[in-house]
């Protein structure tokens, strides 16, 4: 069993940079879980960000946010982050983090992790 907690997320305004975090603890070794970045407003589905290999050696990206947030992890501090630049009113929404025992860290489908987080609300004011 793995728990995940986000922190970080908060008000900021159009064009801030925002970091949030993703805390993971439980039997699993960190270092053997992939970890991923969702969001979520309200009324829609996840929405796939970012997803990290469990060495932190490859990324990837959806389109939509590709050369603006950036992924990252630290396996010594059991750690996930995404890194948020020139934030966007329209990046309003609770940020989740998300864990797979299999390595996955390119599925865009949320049904392909095991564990979440409860969620960090970012919102981006005009």
């Known amino acids: 069993q793995v728990e995940l907690v986000e922190s970080g997320g908060g008000l900021v305004q159009a064009g801030d940079s925002l970091t949030v975090s993703c805390v993971a603890s439980?039997?699993?070794?960190?270092?053997?879980?992939?970890m991923a970045w969702f969001r979520q407003v309200p009324g829609e589905g996840r929405q796939f960000l970012a997803g990290?290999?469990?060495?932190?050696?490859?990324?990837f990206y959806a389109d939509t946010v590709k050369g603006r947030f950036f992924i990252s992890r630290d396996n010594i501090k059991n750690m996930a982050y995404l890194q948020m630049l020139r934030l966007r009113p329209d990046d309003t929404a609770v940020y989740s983090c998300a864990a797979s025992s299999e390595g996955i860290f390119y599925a865009t489908r949320s049904d392909m992790y095991d564990f979440w987080g409860q969620g960090t609300q970012v919102t981006v004011s005009s």
């Open positions: 990290i290999s469990r060495n932190g050696g490859t990324t």
């Open positions: 439980g039997s699993s070794s960190f270092s053997t879980l992939a």
